[in-house]
T-cell receptor
Framework: GQQVMQIPQYQHVQEGEDFTTYCNSS?????IQWYKQRPGGHPVFLIQLVKSGEVKKQKRLTFQFGEAKKNSSLHITATQTTDVGTYFCAGPRGGAQKLVFGQGTRLTINP | DTGVSQDPRHKITKRGQNVTFRCDPISEHNRLYWYRQTLGQGPEFLTY????????KSRLLSDRFSAERPKGSFSTLEIQRTEQGDSAMYLC????????????????FGPGTRLTVL
């Protein structure tokens, strides 16, 4: 079945450094969503990418959707302690509305 | 608060007991999803409702699991004869839905119910 893989699994950075997480799907996706889960919290929607090659920015966060619509990335510039958490990518599976989540990248930051 | 709510937030039970969780979605959302999340993993899809109709069930959902959404509003997830492997966070999410297939509405997650089976 469809699989969504994320790397790295963990990333520890100094505050102010950049951070990138990569997401790869075994199948072409109609769209990809990114969620953030703070420690002890629940996933919170960040963004959805739909078009091939799409790039979207939210302040210090830049999201990209690959040309083949099988991979995506999230880049955070100049991390802050508020960025701590686990970042998940998720893609819809088949014609159903369910999401297949990657295993997430856990970001920790040294202030 | 108009977000997704779940009850209880924590449940500790003994192996073999039945448990039931409740989810109240955002009121205007017609789609409701249940996911299970274990430590260090992303949420795994369990089942999905469009209004009161249960449209899909994961193979993860054994016959000990049943979910309902009787009036298309709140939903319940019941686990019968719990096993230690059922210990996890059970997340409910809702979305508004759209007839346009490519426009996939974001899912709003509730705080989850953490189940511990002893």
């Amino acid at each position: 079945g469809q699989q969504v893989m994320q790397i790295p699994q963990y990333q520890h950075v100094q505050e102010g450094e950049d951070f990138t997480t990569y997401c790869n799907s075994s199948t072409t996706l109609s769209n990809i969503q990114w969620y953030k889960q703070r420690p002890g919290g629940h996933p919170v929607f960040l963004i959805q990418l739909v078009k091939s090659g799409e790039v979207k920015k939210q302040k210090r966060l830049t999201f990209q959707f690959g040309e083949a619509k099988k991979n995506s990335s999230l880049h955070i510039t100049a991390t802050q302690t508020t960025d701590v958490g686990t970042y998940f990518c998720a893609g819809p599976r088949g014609g159903a509305q369910k999401l297949v989540f990657g295993q997430g990248t856990r970001l920790t930051i040294n202030p | 608060d108009t977000g997704v709510s779940q009850d209880p937030r924590h449940k500790i039970t003994k192996r073999g007991q039945n448990v039931t969780f409740r989810c109240d979605p955002i009121s205007e959302h017609n789609r409701l999803y249940w996911y299970r999340q274990t430590l260090g993993q992303g949420p795994e899809f369990l089942t999905y409702f469009q209004n009161e109709a249960q449209l899909e069930k994961s193979r993860l959902l054994s016959d000990r699991f049943s979910a309902e959404r009787p009036k298309g509003s709140f939903s319940t997830l019941e686990i019968q004869r719990t096993e230690q492997g059922d210990s996890a966070m059970y997340l409910c999410a809702s979305s508004a839905g759209t007839p346009i297939a490519a426009q996939y509405n974001e899912q709003f997650f509730g705080p989850g119910t953490r189940l511990t089976v002893l």
